[in-house]
């Protein structure tokens, strides 16, 4: 009992010191006034009808009467009516008994004629006019409250779906790793073997490349964004070792623009592009080198890819890997890029990607977003 006291004291504290101070400053200045101080009982009996009767039009009156537009004007004037009714009779009974306990001694009768409920009519319209007050504050502030926690709810989401949206893109990144030809892997591994004894320079070479190929492949999936210089660094790593491990000259050149080489971008797009054309292209004809260039032209990123299909000795594939850089792209840079693939009638397989440089830039401030501890969904 004691701590729901201490508890009902510490929730409406605010409540009990405006009743204190009003009631204090009604009861001395009527008193110094007149000269007059009533008993305790009947200022406990009427400022208690008076706490009452404010609660009541501003807790039960006024949200049953403005619950319904269409009913306001039936509903406000009736709750008063009969709260205004109310008051009276309460008013009434409480003098009554007081009176006829002696508590009350300058009166020896109560009357319940036109001057008593004047006196009531105009305590219980000042009484209403502050009821009414309250009710319009605490719902203006329940209303901001409520719009709060709906904003935080909304910034919580958007929270989980960014981490939702990063989840998403390691697991493409990681799929996307997976992807990486085992078969270069394995050639490049049977190159190193074959060259241990006859080129053992050229085969320590090739395992440095390779390691560095992997380990960039592995600590992509960490961060979401990687340099596109850096990538590049990677792609011709990736084409050293292939013409180290070829016996037969391949036609190849690569491009990137240097407003382009610190541009942080979705990663292994460059790489998977590559390890395409050595896959599938026919590198062998010096007329028709193929080619992966990279470059920012009209506020937009392009990335093109063109290569011979050779369709004797490769097989085309199913351009899985292909779909997967589009979707990734799709995902993190949205619809407004133009993403090209497929053969043209020169026998040449194209890949076109042509990103807003703005979108680019908006992702990378979502993927640096870095929710706070106290933001974390439960």
Request: hydrophobic residues 45%; neutral net charge; contains cysteine.
């Amino acid at each position: 009992m004691k701590k729901f006291i201490i508890k009902s004291v510490r929730k409406y504290r605010i409540h009990l010191l405006a009743w204190s101070a009003f009631i204090t400053y009604e009861v001395l200045l009527i008193g110094l006034r007149y000269g007059v101080f009533g008993h305790p009982l009947t200022y406990a009996a009427h400022y208690g009808i008076i706490i009452a009767y404010f609660y009541v039009v501003s807790d039960k009156a006024l949200p049953w009467s403005l619950a319904s537009k269409r009913l306001i004007i039936i509903r406000l004037p009736l709750a008063m009516v009969v709260l205004f009714c109310a008051y009276v009779l309460l008013n009434y009974a409480v003098d009554t008994i007081l009176v006829a306990n002696g508590i009350v001694k300058h009166l020896k009768k109560v009357v319940l004629d036109r001057n008593f409920i004047l006196d009531d009519l105009y305590r219980s319209l000042y009484f209403t006019g502050f009821a009414t007050a309250y009710y319009f504050i605490k719902t203006y502030f329940n209303e901001k409250k409520h719009s709060s926690f709906l904003e935080e709810q909304r910034l919580l989401g958007l929270i989980k779906e960014e981490k939702l949206a990063k989840t998403l893109a390691k697991a493409q990144n990681d799929f996307l790793r997976a992807q990486i030809n085992p078969h270069f892997l394995f050639n490049t591994l049977n190159y190193v073997y074959n060259n241990i004894t006859r080129n053992p320079q050229h085969a320590r070479d090739a395992v440095i490349t390779l390691s560095d190929i992997m380990r960039f492949a592995i600590d992509s999936g960490e961060d979401e964004l990687i340099a596109l210089g850096e990538e590049m660094h990677q792609v011709k790593q990736l084409l050293d070792l292939h013409k180290a491990r070829m016996d037969f000259k391949d036609f190849i050149d690569v491009y990137i623009d240097e407003d382009a080489m610190d541009l942080r971008f979705v990663p292994l797009v460059l790489l998977s592009l590559m390890e395409n054309i050595l896959k599938h292209g026919n590198l062998s004809v010096e007329a028709y080198p193929a080619l992966l260039a990279t470059y920012i032209d009209e506020d937009k990123l392009h990335i093109h890819s063109d290569n011979l299909v050779d369709g004797a000795g490769k097989k085309i594939g199913t351009n899985n890997g292909i779909k997967n850089i589009s979707t990734r792209l799709i995902a993190a840079y949205g619809n407004g890029l133009d993403f090209f693939h497929g053969l043209n009638d020169d026998g040449h397989y194209i890949v076109n990607m042509v990103i807003p440089l703005q979108a680019i830039h908006d992702y990378i401030r979502k993927i640096d977003f870095q929710p706070s501890e106290q933001h974390e969904m439960p």
